[in-house]
């Protein structure tokens, strides 16, 4: 199987689009607070506080199913490169990937590397397709390949992982909450230990945050290899209230002491990244 970077360009045409909306939105907000009078009246803060308390985040559901392909990219584009990107190689590549079954999951605004080896990219792309053999076709068509050299030049960073759920699983992605996309390369006869972390950081957990798993992602097993795919051991998304929770946790003195050596002991190698989900305008 040769998965090319074809995909990884399509998945980030998707989130480009989501992160400028993104963008464009807080710029508007911050022009409209540069222009709104300094002075209010009683009546106005008044109804500013109402709005507040009245305030529901976005949200938005997905569901995981078995016997599908989940691709996980982590990327960065080149910012001179974004309206070139854009302009010349979405509008060709997006009808391709719906005629092939692509589907996209969802985006996140990366926020911050919390732990690993892997840099910190800009966005994560989740994607769903119905095969590994699906993509392979579709990087074979003659469409796709002219296309090469604009999606070539536009890549800064890029990691890519691919797959599988057990169990099907519905996750609600909130605009209010952080998600972190773990992946880990756990040293042998690692089982018993990773089970005494899970249960040694339980009380922690609860105390800060807590964060809660929100899918379990198994890597498949043939995949290329390319320095650019990442074949972990396990991997999964976990929601948080926000990251500096997570740091709390990292910093409880119980967590310190008595879970994290465990979790040290059992993995080799642990990459986590926060995120954001980008709702679409």
């Known amino acids: 199987m040769n998965i090319k970077k074809l995909f990884f360009f399509v998945i980030v045409g998707f989130a480009l689009i989501g992160l400028t909306n993104c963008s464009s939105s807080h710029r508007t ?63 060709k590549t997006m009808p391709i990937v719906a005629e092939y079954g692509g589907k996209k999951i969802g985006m996140f605004k ?26 392979d076709d579709m990087h074979n068509d003659p469409r796709m390949k002219p296309l090469g050299k604009i999606r070539d030049s536009s890549i800064s960073f890029f990691r890519q992982s691919f797959y599988e759920i057990k169990k099907e699983t519905t996750i609600v992605f909130r605009s209010d909450k952080t998600y972190e996309f ?40 043939e995949v290329p290899n390319k320095n650019y795919i990442l074949k972990p051991h396990m991997a999964g998304i976990v929601e948080w209230p926000n990251t500096q929770t997570y740091y709390e946790l990292k910093d409880d003195y119980e967590f310190a002491t008595k879970a994290a050596p465990l979790l040290e002991k059992a993995v080799a190698r642990l990459d986590m990244i926060h995120a954001k989900f980008v709702f679409q305008r």
């Open 182 to 221: 773990f992946t880990a390369w756990l040293n042998p006869d690692s089982g018993e230990t990773l089970g005494q972390y899970f249960k040694a950081s339980e009380p922690m957990k609860k105390r800060h945050g807590p964060p809660i798993f929100k899918a379990n992602l198994s890597p498949l097993a």
């Open 110 to 135: 990366v926020v911050a590397k919390t732990g690993g080896e892997m840099q910190r990219p800009q966005m994560i792309a989740l994607f769903e397709w119905p095969s590994l053999e699906v993509l």
């Open 29 to 91: 907000t911050m022009s409209h607070h540069k222009t709104m009078p300094h002075h209010k009246s009683a009546s106005h803060h008044k109804t500013a506080d109402s709005a507040r308390t009245s305030w529901t985040p976005q949200k938005t559901t997905v569901t995981l199913e078995p016997g599908k392909v989940y691709e996980v990219t982590f990327a960065s584009i080149k910012k001179e490169k974004m309206a070139d990107f854009k302009e010349r190689y979405l509008p």
